[in-house]
C-alpha cells in the first residue's frame, strides 16, 4: 500500500504523525457535524422582526408586546418532522415552527405547528408516535402499517389526521403556512392577573397548497423546494409576513368551556373565542456569513423559554416538551448550548452559577460568586411575577391522559364537512389516504376503515370503493 506524500520528500514515503496539519484535518472532518435532531431534522430559516399592532397591555405587560409600533428582532425556523435532514421537504408532514424572540427582557421561544392540534395529548406517547411516523427499524424504509397500527390504537389523534391527509397536508411554501401555539398558554401581568391564550401566526399572502401528484415530482427532482423558495423570496426583497393572533378565554369563562383547554387534541370554537390581532412576523434576513450550520442548526428552541407576562398551562404535553427540548439540546449541542450566538439573549444576563463546561462562552464571571443570593455580590432580580393558581379547577393533574370517548371525534366530523366543501377537498383527502393503505395487511385495513368510520359512515364507505378499484 502506498501513500501519498504529505511530509518530507516529494517522490515517495509515508504520511507521520509529525504531519499534524493532516491529522488536524482528518480529526476535524470526523467531528464536524453535530447531531442532527431526533425530529423536525430538515429544515429552512431566516432572521427577521416582530412588530406589535394593537396594544395589548391589558392582558400582559411582556415588554416585547407592549407599545403600538415596538420591533423586536426574532429567528424563524421552519421545518419538517419526521423526515431525516437530507429527505424531501414536499412530504406530507407536519411543519414546525419554531420561532425566538430577542426581547429586552430575555429569550421567548414559540415552538409551534402549522396544524392546530397534536396526533397525543399523553407525553408518554411522544416517542412511540413520533417512531411510527419514521422508517421501520428493520427495513429502514418509511412503513404505512407502522404508522396505522400506531393511530387506530391511540385514536385521539384522529383530528390531526384529518388536518395531515386535508389539502394543507403538503404547503406550496412555508412563505404560505399557518402557526399555532397548539397549546393553551398564560398571559400574565406583575399584579397576578392573568387570561389562557391560543397563538395564531396566519400568512398574509395566504394559505397555498401542493397536491400530491406535484409533492411526489418535486421530491424527486427538487428535494429541497421549500427552503430555496423561502431564501430566493427573501434574497429578493419578496419578504414573507404573517399576522400573529391570539384567542382569549378569562379564569371564568374556563369554568363553562366546552372542552378541556389543556387537551391539545382540541381547538378553541373560533365563534366563542374570536381572534384577537397582536401584531406582524416579517422575515427579511437569510441567515448570515456564519452560515446554516451556526445560524439555524445551532439554533436550540424549547417552549421553557418565557419572559414575564408569557407562561405555560397545565397541558401535560407542554409540560413535557419544557424539559425534553433543552434535554435534547445538551445532548446535541453540549451544555453550554445557550451561550451560542443564535441562542443568547441581546439584553445582558449576570448568571454566575452558570459557568465551566464545554463550550463555555461567557467569560465565566472570575471570581464572582457561583451561588445565589450573596452577600459578597449582591444581586437583584429584574422582576418578580405571581404564578397563576387557576389550573386546581380547570383542569387536574394527572398520570395519566389517554381515555377516548366518542365525544373526541366531534371536532373531527365538523372538519369533514369542511373538506368536503371545499373544491376537490373530498376526492384529495380520499386519494390522501387510499395511497397509504393499499399495501395494509387485511386485519389492519379493516380496523383503519372501522377508525374512520367513526367520523362518518358514507367516509368509510367512499374509501371502501376507492381499495376496491
Known sequence: MTTQVRYGQSNGGLVVLSDTQTIEVLAHFARERIPERSVHAKAAGAFGEFEVLEDVSDLTDANFLCG???????????????????????????????????????????????????????????????????????????????????????PEGIHALMHLFGQRGIPASLRHINGFSVHTYTLNKADGSYVYVKWHFKPEGGIKTMDADTAVRLAGTEPDYHVKDLYKAIEAGDY????????????????????????????????????????????????????????????????????????????PVLQARMFSYPDAHRYRVGPNYFQLPPN?????????????????????????????????????????????THEHFAGEVTSFATQFTDRDFGQARQLWKIICSEENGEEQFLRNIVSTLTDLPDGLKKKVLDYLGNVDDRLKTLLESELAK
Request: net charge positive.
Open 68 to 154: 403600538v409600533g415596538k420591533k423586536t428582532p426574532i429567528l424563524c425556523r421552519l421545518s419538517t418532522v419526521g423526515g431525516e435532514k437530507g429527505s424531501s421537504d414536499t412530504v406530507r408532514d407536519v411543519r414546525g415552527w419554531a420561532t425566538k424572540f430577542y426581547t429586552e427582557e430575555g429569550i421567548q421561544d414559540f415552538v409551534f405547528n402549522d396544524l392546530p392540534v397534536f396526533f397525543i395529548r399523553d407525553p408518554i406517547k411522544f416517542p412511540s408516535m413520533n417512531r411510527s411516523h419514521k422508517r421501520h427499524p428493520q427495513t429502514n424504509v418509511p412503513d404505512n402499517s407502522m404508522f396505522w397500527d400506531f393511530h387506530v390504537n391511540n
Open 240 to 315: 414573507p409576513t404573517w399576522i400573529v393572533y391570539v384567542q382569549v378565554m378569562t379564569p371564568e369563562q374556563v369554568k363553562t368551556a366546552p372542552i378541556d383547554i389543556f387537551d391539545c387534541t382540541y381547538t378553541w370554537p373560533y365563534e366563542k373565542y374570536p381572534l384577537r390581532r397582536i401584531g406582524r412576523i416579517t422575515l427579511n434576513k437569510n441567515v448570515s456569513g456564519f452560515g446554516h450550520a451556526t445560524d439555524i442548526e445551532q439554533a436550540a428552541f424549547s417552549p421553557s423559554n418565557m419572559v414575564p407576562g408569557i407562561g405555560p398551562s397545565a397541558d
Open 344 to 388: 443568547r439573549p441581546h439584553n445582558k444576563v449576570y448568571a454566575p452559577y452558570v459557568r465551566d463546561g464545554p463550550g463555555t462562552m461567557n467569560g465565566n464571571y472570575g471570581g464572582d460568586p457561583d451561588y445565589v443570593f450573596s452577600e459578597l455580590r449582591p444581586v437583584r432580580a429584574s422582576r418578580r411575577v405571581q404564578v397563576p
